[in-house]
């Protein structure tokens, strides 16, 4: 990790965002002892810049380099965002109150995408390129590492990451050598689960707010090991991705799901499905194969299959992930893009990606029916959103007053707590039937009193 050199980070240009080091260390401090609204999430940017070796040898004014970094680092960040230069060579961020590390990942692909051109400054004779790499650092919930412990991490991950297709890496952080020791029993363990199908899936309805009738589902991955305990699904992913199961887990969920969705369908329950797709399973070539196979053996009708994409994973390899999309959508299934909105958004995919659905993060949602700013952001994705003929799903309807602000804003879908959780597929099938017949018998009876 690069060392801090505060005389080379004194701002010659104000920016909102910048502090200094020693400043972005308490920040991150106060995002830690603070933790409960969401992940906190450092970045560290390891710039690999052109004119290290000029900057050693004739120490230029090196300043409007990292002014014109700073202001590229500006037009992706959110307002809450923070950043210091640690050294000509290093940038730290902290990005607080993520709702997942995947939010991180898309923040650094699209950093590096506005740091990858070259940059052209009167102090410098050549155009100063970047080769940006980035690693990022987070802890979960009820862990509280220090700041330094968090940009260590994330200093590693950025030295680790310039070797990957990618050049992002995000680590999680344990503060604690019992909880890395149940980490270590959970990996060891997750493999063995997955061979024993000791996993579930469990389904969180989704409401067509017209008419309040259950029309789909989210399919989504839960686990309780032998000794009663329930695992977090965030940390399987995590897991999955790191010990190179992510396929197999996403083979597992999209069999157990279509499985459930023929079964009620020979009981006359004809619901639509949505299932997550993570970065990593969307880059395999084997996917369409795999999804086309599932679907042909469970007799399920590509259109009732939505796969929910991060922007992460479009931004990974666009070229790829356009290629990918197509194929998926040549299938007949639609696409959705999860977590739209999160300041880190760029419109140009709701143009270049043939998607179906925009997923407006809970973020937005669970203030909607209280902030005059949210209800604005949901209104103004809902209009986009329908801009480009895609439906419309919030998640994280908490109460009956957020769900009647979407009513009211236009919003196809919801989903949230509220309505229900993810249930056990009987218990789901059941809750569906319950609720669409007290739909229809409402709607019968406000017909006859008209």
Same mark, same amino acid.
Request: charge should be negative.
């Given at each position: 990790?690069?060392?801090?050199?505060?005389?080379?980070?004194?701002?010659?240009?104000?920016?909102?965002?910048?502090?200094?080091? &020693?400043?972005?260390?308490? =920040?991150?401090? +106060?995002?830690?002892?603070? #933790? =409960?609204?969401?992940?906190?999430?450092?970045?560290?940017?390891?710039?690999? %810049?052109?004119?290290?070796?000029?900057?050693?040898?004739?120490?230029?004014?090196?300043?409007?380099?990292?002014?014109?970094?700073?202001?590229?680092?500006?037009?992706?960040?959110?307002?809450?965002?923070?950043?210091?230069?640690?050294?000509?060579?290093?940038?730290?961020?902290?990005?607080?109150?993520?709702?997942?590390?995947?939010?991180?990942?898309?923040? /650094?692909?699209?950093?590096?995408?506005? !740091?990858?051109?070259?940059?052209?400054?009167?102090?410098?004779?050549?155009?100063? $390129?970047?080769?940006?790499?980035?690693?990022?650092?987070?802890?979960?919930?009820?862990?509280?590492?220090?700041?330094?412990?968090?940009?260590?991490?994330?200093?590693?991950?950025? &030295?680790?990451?310039?070797?990957?297709?990618?050049?992002?890496?995000?680590? $999680?952080?344990?503060?604690?050598? &019992?909880?890395?020791?149940?980490?270590?029993?959970?990996?060891?363990? *997750?493999?063995? &689960? *997955?061979?024993?199908?000791?996993?579930?899936?469990?389904? @969180?309805?989704?409401?067509?707010?017209?008419?309040? %009738?259950?029309?789909?589902?989210?399919?989504?991955?839960?686990?309780?090991?032998?000794?009663?305990?329930?695992?977090?699904?965030?940390?399987?992913?995590?897991?999955?991705?790191?010990?190179?199961?992510?396929?197999?887990?996403?083979?597992?969920?999209?069999?157990?799901?279509?499985?459930?969705?023929?079964?009620?369908?020979?009981?006359?329950?004809?619901?639509?499905?949505?299932?997550? *797709?993570?970065?990593? +399973?969307?880059?395999?070539?084997? *996917?369409?194969?795999?999804?086309?196979?599932?679907?042909?053996?469970?007799?399920?009708?590509?259109?009732?299959?939505? !796969?929910?994409?991060?922007?992460?994973?479009?931004?990974?390899?666009?070229?790829?992930?356009?290629?990918?999309?197509?194929?998926?959508?040549?299938?007949?299934?639609?696409?959705?893009?999860?977590?739209? #909105?999160?300041?880190?958004? /760029?419109? /140009?995919?709701?143009?270049?990606?043939?998607?179906?659905?925009?997923?407006?993060?809970?973020?937005?949602?669970?203030?909607?029916?209280?902030?005059?700013?949210?209800?604005?952001?949901?209104?103004?994705?809902?209009?986009?959103?329908?801009?480009?003929?895609?439906?419309?799903?919030?998640?994280?309807?908490?109460?009956?007053?957020?769900?009647?602000?979407?009513?009211?804003?236009?919003?196809?879908?919801? @989903?949230?707590?509220?309505?229900?959780?993810?249930?056990?597929?009987?218990?789901?099938?059941?809750?569906?039937?319950?609720?669409?017949?007290?739909?229809?018998?409402?709607?019968?009876?406000?017909?006859?009193?008209?």
């Amino acid at each position: 990790m690069a060392s801090s050199r505060p005389d080379e980070a004194a701002a010659s240009v104000p920016r909102a965002r910048e502090r200094s080091a &020693a400043q972005l260390l308490g =920040d991150i401090e +106060t995002a830690i002892a603070h #933790g =409960d609204t969401g992940r906190d999430v450092v970045l560290v940017i390891a710039l690999n %810049r052109s004119d290290r070796i000029d900057a050693l040898t004739r120490a230029p004014d090196d300043r409007p380099v990292l002014d014109e970094i700073g202001r590229r680092m500006e037009s992706v960040l959110r307002p809450a965002d923070r950043y210091a230069f640690a050294s000509r060579e290093e940038a730290w961020l902290l990005l607080p109150r993520l709702t997942s590390e995947a939010l991180a990942e898309l923040a /650094s692909h699209s950093l590096i995408q506005s !740091l990858s051109a070259p940059l052209r400054v009167s102090s410098a004779p050549l155009p100063v $390129r970047l080769r940006p790499s980035i690693g990022g650092a987070w802890a979960p919930a009820g862990s509280h590492p220090d700041a330094m412990t968090l940009v260590g991490v994330a200093a590693e991950a950025a &030295a680790q990451s310039l070797g990957r297709e990618d050049h992002v890496r995000i680590l $999680r952080v344990n503060d604690d050598h &019992a909880s890395g020791l149940r980490r270590h029993e959970i990996e060891r363990d *997750l493999h063995d &689960a *997955l061979e024993r199908n000791e996993l579930e899936v469990h389904f @969180q309805p989704q409401i067509d707010l017209r008419d309040g %009738r259950c029309v789909s589902a989210e399919a989504l991955v839960r686990w309780r090991r032998s000794d009663g305990r329930a695992v977090d699904p965030s940390t399987i992913a995590s897991i999955a991705e790191e010990r190179g199961l992510i396929l197999a887990l996403t083979r597992f969920t999209m069999n157990a799901a279509l499985r459930h969705a023929a079964k009620w369908k020979k009981q006359g329950f004809d619901v639509s499905l949505a299932l997550n *797709l993570s970065a990593i +399973t969307f880059g395999e070539a084997t *996917l369409p194969q795999l999804v086309a196979q599932k679907l042909a053996i469970w007799g399920i009708e590509p259109s009732r299959l939505t !796969l929910e994409l991060t922007e992460s994973a479009l931004i990974r390899n666009e070229r790829r992930a356009i290629a990918m999309a197509g194929e998926l959508r040549a299938l007949g299934c639609r696409l959705s893009i999860d977590d739209f #909105g999160t300041g880190y958004s /760029s419109l /140009s995919y709701l143009q270049r990606f043939p998607l179906d659905e925009l997923k407006i993060d809970r973020s937005f949602v669970q203030s909607v029916a209280s902030e005059r700013d949210d209800r604005r952001i949901v209104r103004a994705l809902v209009e986009l959103a329908h801009a480009f003929e895609l439906t419309t799903v919030a998640e994280g309807v908490e109460n009956a007053f957020i769900e009647a602000a979407l009513r009211e804003l236009g919003c196809d879908l919801a @989903q949230g707590f509220h309505l229900s959780p993810a249930l056990p597929p009987d218990d789901f099938i059941e809750w569906c039937a319950n609720r669409n017949a007290a739909r229809a018998f409402t709607a019968s009876g406000s017909r006859a009193t008209r």
